[in-house]
């Protein structure tokens, strides 16, 4: 479905990821995790062509994209929900998924898509009315994620959809990511809360300074790396 190869991108000439391998399978949520700093977001973005990519290539369904700009993306499919949970605090929440609803012309599918968000996020419908900066962390992350669905993408990149949440609210918000895709959406996840976040993971990678150091399924949590790379880091697992 997506396939990053040998992917050496960053920030003008600041090199971030260097050789970076990543692949995600239809209907598969996998997650990547690595300590503060070691380009988790940086990945994420140079899919999303929001950071400069020197070399490698990066697939989606046998097109290259590695090329294409952010708008062209979301066309073919892809959406980004980044770190920090950005919604439009002075706007309603109803206000902001017709935000996230920019690249669809048709106003008669936006209704119908926002109609579809709200059979699925029954808080939003309700609190629809409501300025997006009154909802909890919770609401907002969910009211991120659910403009992100608008754009009906095949596959979902979330950048710590758990970044500051309650352990119940973001037990809550996984288990939304669980049902998104098991509706046949594909979620690459970065995530620093390693243990919840491999429990609902078809497949985990490990970044560290720019490369994946390791690669595994539920088992990655006893992986030696993980403790040298969580020693005395942010992540809790
Ligand atoms: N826009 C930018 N311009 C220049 N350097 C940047 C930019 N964004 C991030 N960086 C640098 O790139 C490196 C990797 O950052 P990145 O945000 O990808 O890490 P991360 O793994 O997501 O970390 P965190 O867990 O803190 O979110 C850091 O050294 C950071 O300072
Ligand atoms: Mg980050």
Not at 96 to 110: H, R, S, W
Not at 197 to 202: G, L, Q
């Amino acid at each position: 479905m997506l396939k990053i190869v040998n992917l050496n991108s960053g920030y003008n000439k600041t090199k971030i990821l260097h050789g970076v391998y990543l692949e995600i399978n239809p209907k598969e949520i996998v997650v990547l995790i690595g300590p503060n700093g070691a380009g988790k977001s940086t990945a994420l973005k140079s899919i999303f062509s929001l950071a400069d990519v020197y070399s490698g290539k990066i697939i989606f369904k046998d097109i290259d994209i590695t090329d294409l700009k952010t708008h062209e993306l979301i066309s073919l499919g892809i959406s980004f929900v980044p770190q920090g949970r950005q919604v439009f605090s002075n706007m309603t929440v109803l206000e902001n998924l017709e935000m996230g609803a920019f690249t669809i012309n048709d106003q008669d599918i936006v209704k119908r898509s926002i109609e579809n968000i709200f059979k699925k996020f029954t808080i939003l419908e309700k609190k629809q009315n409501a300025l997006a900066g009154n909802l909890s962390g919770g609401q907002q992350q969910l009211l991120a994620i659910a403009r992100a669905l608008i754009q009906n993408p095949q596959i979902l990149l979330l950048d710590e959809p758990s970044l500051g949440l309650d352990p119940k609210t973001m037990k809550e918000v996984f288990e939304k990511i669980v049902e998104i895709k098991n509706e046949g959406i594909s979620v690459l996840m970065v995530e620093q809360n390693a243990k919840q976040a491999v429990e609902i993971a078809d497949r985990t990678y490990i970044l560290e300074n720019g490369t994946i150091a390791v690669e595994g399924g539920k088992d990655i949590l006893k992986n030696k790396k993980i403790k040298d790379i969580y020693f005395g880091g942010g992540a809790s697992f």
